[in-house]
């Protein structure tokens, strides 16, 4: 349990976290798949392959060459979709998908971070049209993913502007740390794969979250602590323990709730005031 709260006069710091087998249990872009399918995007081929894909992934993680095919896959088989189609698709089917497999230890993890005053990011290689909406969901404070090339008729063209990955997520978090003027030395990242090595020893408390096995080792080997997460959780079933931070629409509904039992309350003396001055 973290307990200590953010001292307001010492630089800011955050904590970064991987998404896929860190933050939820599967890997975000496969699991919207066959959402895919229906929205027309992909045929049956695909979703087979995708599924495949998938169960690597949960199988064993993915090592360097399996995540540079899966990128080059994932690349070509995007190219041509329609940017705005693959929003709504995620949006529509975000819910259904992702709440039921986040990890009730991360959602603990992230409240916690907030709770102390530190920042939550969010750093994963997935696309940002998927991962975006995820942090939305999480109340993540800010979002690093893989950025595709849309060309002027609104499509995917097949090339990658930004690839979060390795050592550029290490960048990343570095870059934010001179932007939002984060000490590096006091903040926290948690992550599955040996491939985010670089991210983690760029901060002073990283945390293997469910690792490979060369991440386990290196662990082992520099003393980081290992973190299990295997309790996935919709964030409405761990309410009131987990809130999400307010946001203007959240702030709204409440206002206009408010406004509304407060409605209710005149409307309901009125009423009994008019019946006892009938009786």
């Not at 919207?32 to 992909?42: D, V």
């Not at 060459?65 to 979709?81: I, P």
Request: net charge negative.
């Amino acid at each position: 349990m973290l307990c200590l709260v953010e001292n307001h006069s010492l630089p800011r710091t955050a904590a970064f976290f991987d998404l896929d087998k860190t933050v939820i249990a599967k890997s975000s872009t496969l699991t919207f798949s066959k959402s895919f399918y229906q929205g027309g995007l992909i045929n049956r081929r695909a979703v087979l392959r995708t599924a495949y894909a998938q169960f690597v992934f949960l199988a064993g993680g993915a090592d360097h060459d399996q995540m540079e095919r899966m990128r080059e896959y994932l690349s070509a088989l995007c190219k041509g979709w329609n940017v705005q189609q693959v929003k709504e698709i995620v949006a529509e089917t975000l819910h259904d998908l992702i709440d039921p497999i986040i990890y009730d230890e991360a959602a603990t993890l992230i409240e916690e971070h907030h709770t102390a005053g530190r920042d939550v990011v969010i750093v994963s290689t997935s696309g940002a049209e998927v991962v975006e909406p995820i942090g939305e969901l999480l109340g993540a404070d800010r979002v690093v993913a893989t950025r595709m090339v849309v060309g002027d008729d609104g499509c995917f063209t097949g090339e990658v502007e930004y690839y979060a990955y390795g050592p550029t997520k290490a960048e990343a978090v570095q870059a934010l740390a001179v932007s939002e003027g984060y000490d590096l030395s006091r903040c926290y990242a948690y992550s599955d794969s040996a491939t985010d090595v670089p991210m983690l020893e760029s901060v002073g408390h990283p945390h293997a979250v469910n690792p490979d096995r060369a991440l386990r080792r290196e662990a082992a080997l520099r003393e980081w602590p290992i973190l299990v997460f295997d309790r996935p959780v919709r964030l409405k079933q761990r309410l009131p323990t987990f809130s999400m931070p307010p946001r203007p629409a959240l702030v709204a509904a409440a206002a206009v709730g408010a406004a509304a039992v407060t409605a209710g309350l005149v409307w309901y003396t009125s009423r009994r005031r008019a019946a006892a001055t009938a009786a």
